[in-house]
């Protein structure tokens, strides 16, 4: 059983929906993040929390607005959509945010992804 | 200039091959190092971290090289199973988001 779980696993929705995607880690992490994967591009980070303060935001459209309302869980809520936005969207966490002092690696643990197809 | 350089391959080896993958990074204050490995349609999964005096875990071995910024995952005698991409990630530095290659693509065939 993974540590992280994201539901739901695939979501097809028409650029006028509202929907949204949910996360939760049960691995007592203080840092949970939104990626997005696209065909042949790298991970592209989008959002960061630590602590259930966001600290990273990378130049994300406002029709993806993150919420963390514990260090336990994550959602992504998704509007006016663009087709350009379908993508795999992976949810991860790590124990802290960054590379801090006397952890060594901090290594972050992915949820098995939402498939998102905007139609 | 990328912050994390992958050959994307694919690489194409028969099963028992040994097969080597580089990946160099562009911040020389990085501060760990990691291979995820990812399966097709599935997540990014932590295969090992990379420490400076290079480790090994069974037929995988990675090293890291600070003075060229790059780091390498060698694995031995090849399995099918070991068919998918392989993800180099960096961590810059503190307070920093790791930074992904875009991955290379592996395919071990009988």
């Known amino acids: 059983e993974t540590g992280v779980t994201q539901t739901p696993r695939h979501l097809v929705m028409g650029m006028t929906n509202k929907k949204s995607l949910k996360c939760e880690q049960h691995?007592?992490?203080?840092?949970m993040y939104w990626y997005k994967q696209s065909a042949k591009k790298p991970l592209e980070l989008m959002f960061v929390?630590?602590?259930?303060?966001?600290?990273e935001n990378n130049s994300v459209p406002s029709r993806f607005s993150p919420e963390c309302p514990n260090s336990s869980h994550l959602f992504l809520h998704l509007h006016t959509l663009q087709p350009e936005d379908s993508a795999l969207y992976l949810c991860?966490?790590?124990?802290?945010?960054?590379?801090?002092?006397?952890?060594?690696?901090?290594?972050?643990?992915f949820g098995e992804g939402s498939w998102l197809t905007v139609v | 200039r990328k912050e994390v350089e992958q050959d994307p391959g694919p690489f194409n080896v028969p099963e028992g091959a040994t097969v080597a993958f580089n990946c160099t990074y562009s911040?020389?204050?990085?501060?760990?190092f990691f291979w995820y490995r990812q399966d097709c349609r599935k997540e990014p999964k932590l295969l090992m971290s990379?420490?400076?005096s290079g480790n090994e875990d069974g037929r995988f071995t990675a090293q890291l090289n600070r003075a060229s910024q790059y780091i390498s995952l060698l694995i031995r005698d090849s399995k099918l199973s070991d068919s998918a991409t392989y993800l180099c990630?960096?961590?810059?530095?503190?307070?920093?988001?790791?930074?992904f290659g875009k991955g290379t693509s592996l395919l071990v065939t009988p």
């Open positions: 991860a966490s790590s124990q802290v945010w960054g590379s801090a002092p006397g952890v060594t690696g901090n290594t972050i643990y």
């Open positions: 691995l007592g992490h203080n840092a």
């Open positions: 929390y630590s602590l259930e303060e966001r600290v």
């Open positions: 911040n020389s204050a990085s501060q760990s």
């Open positions: 990379v420490y400076s």
């Open positions: 990630v960096v961590n810059p530095s503190p307070g920093y988001a790791l930074n």
